[in-house]
């Protein structure tokens, strides 16, 4: 007997290994609707960065130390003298960025297809949680540098939550671990980043799977009138599906190292409480509601900006439920495609005046002042 049916035979006389098999050879092979292509890789596009989040994540936590005294020095250590620290550090940075960006372009790609309709309301819902799972990331792993850009924005960032109604200073306080930012902040988030978010994220992962799996990938047929997938004209998920999300696997660690050698992110100066820098703005993730929020001033202007800011990420919780409609196909439902875009184009563009504000930029020769809330001023 050979080795591989010795191992086989040791399994079987312990294990039901052929209800095993069965089941990892359906999933393995499933047939997906003929439509399935390209635009279908975003989501395991955000699984793998996910997946390499974690481990670049675990290579840093060896070295970083949580605390205001020696985390600077920690990152500081890690890029210059660790082999191949920097490279982890950069592919971690730029990972989260990338991560955003996938995430977002799933989430675009199941919106305009109708994918979120009738049976998966709910693998919309989780992939929503795991949207707002995504930037919280973003928010709890920038300050763990303790770099003075981490700490001020952050310090700006906790206090839009003390305008939050009713429970704002107790929410602020809560954040910080205090008054301000400190050490106890830097533990919150430490804490966030690496245990509790990780956790979060991996459970509703497996919960999004598990559903996507259980309704198949939609097709664009009415809510109702969707057809078994048939057997001659599916797409077999291995090897066809997989081929093209390998193909994705490789330019995406392509793209992180390039973008790791070509931009690296810096470390910039260790936070210091007692100087602000001149203009602080958070990642460029947070700049729409940023920006927005600027629109809103005084006391019951604050509560309103972030009742505003609030409303885009409630509709998308609740979107399936919302759009009622039995159309999927993009062309069948005007409206629903209007609002995806108008939300798109608004982030665009509040995003783009978040950047640009307070700053001089030229076009085309001319010079352009922005002010606070993004208004262009003619430089003479
Ligand atoms: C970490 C984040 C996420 C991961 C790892 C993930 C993973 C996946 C994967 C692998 C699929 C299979 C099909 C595809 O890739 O297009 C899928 C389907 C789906 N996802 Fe996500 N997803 C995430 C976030 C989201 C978000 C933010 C939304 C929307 C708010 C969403 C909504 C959906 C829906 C509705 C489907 C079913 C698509 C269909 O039936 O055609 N997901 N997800």
């Given at each position: ?189 430490f804490v966030a980043h690496v245990i509790i978010l990780p956790w ?116 998308l919780l609740i979107w399936p439920f919302a759009d009622r409609g ?42 352009v002042h922005f002010d606070l809330l993004g208004r262009p001023h003619?430089?003479?």
């Amino acid at each position: 007997m050979g080795l591989s049916s010795r191992i086989r035979a040791f399994f079987d006389a312990r294990f039901d290994t052929a209800t095993a098999e069965r089941f990892i050879d359906g999933q393995l092979h499933k047939r997906l609707p003929p439509h399935t292509g390209w635009l279908h890789v975003f989501g395991s596009l955000s699984l793998l960065l996910f997946v390499s989040q974690v481990i670049t994540g675990i290579l840093l936590l060896i070295y970083y130390r949580p605390t205001p005294e020696e985390a600077y020095e920690s990152i500081k250590y890690i890029t210059a003298d660790i082999h191949f620290g920097w490279l982890f550090r950069q592919v971690h940075a730029w990972g989260a960025s990338l991560m955003i960006v996938a995430v977002t372009l799933h989430m675009m790609r199941t919106f305009f297809m109708g994918s979120y309709k009738k049976p998966r309301e709910f693998t919309w819902v989780t992939g929503a949680l795991l949207f707002l799972i995504t930037i919280t990331f973003g928010f709890t792993g920038y300050l763990l540098p303790w770099n003075q850009i981490a700490f001020w924005a952050t310090t700006v960032g906790t206090e839009s939550a003390n305008k939050v109604p009713l429970i704002g200073p107790w929410l602020q306080y809560f954040l910080r671990g205090g008054d301000t930012v400190t050490g106890e902040t830097l533990s919150r988030f430490f804490v966030a980043h690496v245990i509790i978010l990780p956790w979060i994220m991996a459970g509703l992962v497996a919960v999004h799977l598990v559903l996507m799996r259980l309704n198949n990938l939609a097709t664009l047929e009415r809510v109702g009138q969707e057809k078994p997938v048939p057997p001659q004209r599916g797409i077999p998920f291995f090897p066809v599906h997989v081929a093209k999300e390998g193909v994705v696997a490789v330019l995406l660690f392509a793209v992180l190292v390039t973008l790791s050698v070509v931009a690296p992110w810096e470390i910039g100066e260790p936070a210091d409480p007692l100087s602000t820098p001149a203009h602080i703005k958070p990642e460029w993730y947070f700049l729409p509601s940023y920006q927005l929020l600027k629109y809103f001033e005084g006391p019951y202007g604050a509560v309103v900006g972030i009742f505003a800011c609030s409303v885009p990420f409630v509709l998308l919780l609740i979107w399936p439920f919302a759009d009622r409609g039995k159309e999927r196909h993009p062309r069948k439902r005007p409206a629903a495609v209007t609002v995806g875009l108008i939300g798109l184009l608004a982030a665009l563009v509040l995003g783009y005046l978040g950047h640009v504000s307070e700053t001089e930029q030229s076009y085309f020769g001319k010079r352009v002042h922005f002010d606070l809330l993004g208004r262009p001023h003619l430089v003479e």
